[in-house]
């Protein structure tokens, strides 16, 4: 398991739910908290891991052993209210930091591994790390959610990433696209 960077077309993928929450799920979020602790984020979708699924998880402290760790399935937000601006980062663009305008609160409701019900209004950090990764499994990026000026401050950076993936195609290290679909229709049938 890796983390794939923009613009892998894993991140564009639009996650089906999950129906089928078994012992190779759990393994695959202890690996996903590995991963997220080792790139010091604090949210990691599935898709960034190149699985086509609805799960994220998430640890506001960030590092292994403090705060909580949370594992959201199948998240629905809903009644987004008022409006806030917070820079936002994604292991998926490293390095690259922008001011996103999202709603201040919002409703969410999801599942954890056990199956129980997450329904609460989420504001501040844990509500924006939690609207960002629900982006991520609708395929949806932060650099989306950019005005057109934030983005001008950010384009060259993501035209870094869009150069670096040619050239990792080129060389054959991330198959073609259909190669890639052909891979998540696959796990769907497994999980979805
Ligand atoms: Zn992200």
Do not use: W
């Not at 639009?14 to 949210?43: C, H, Q, T, W």
């Not at 799960?55 to 209210?81: C, D, Q, R, T, Y």
């Amino acid at each position: 398991m890796e983390i794939v960077h923009y613009p892998h077309p894993t991140l564009r993928h639009k996650s089906k739910p999950i129906r089928r929450v078994n012992k190779e799920l759990k393994m695959i979020v202890d690996e996903m908290f590995e991963l997220m602790y080792e790139a010091s984020g604090v949210g990691l979708a599935a898709n960034q891991v190149n699985l086509p699924l609805q799960l994220f998880i998430m640890n506001e402290a960030g590092e292994k052993g403090e705060g909580e760790e949370h594992v959201f399935i199948n998240p629905v937000l809903s009644k987004p209210k008022g409006s806030e601006e917070r820079q936002e980062g994604c292991l998926s663009l490293p390095q690259t930091y922008a001011n996103v305008i999202r709603p201040k609160e919002i409703h969410c409701q999801a599942y954890n591994l056990k199956g129980e019900e997450f329904n609460n209004v989420v504001d501040g950090l844990f509500g924006r790390i939690i609207q960002h990764e629900t982006d991520h499994l609708n395929g949806v990026m932060f650099i989306d959610r950019l005005k057109d000026a934030t983005y001008d401050q950010v384009s060259g950076e993501v035209e870094e990433f869009e150069i670096e993936f040619e050239a990792q195609r080129k060389a054959e290290k991330i198959p073609d696209d259909e190669t890639i679909m052909k891979r998540l229709a696959e796990i769907e049938s497994k999980f979805c």
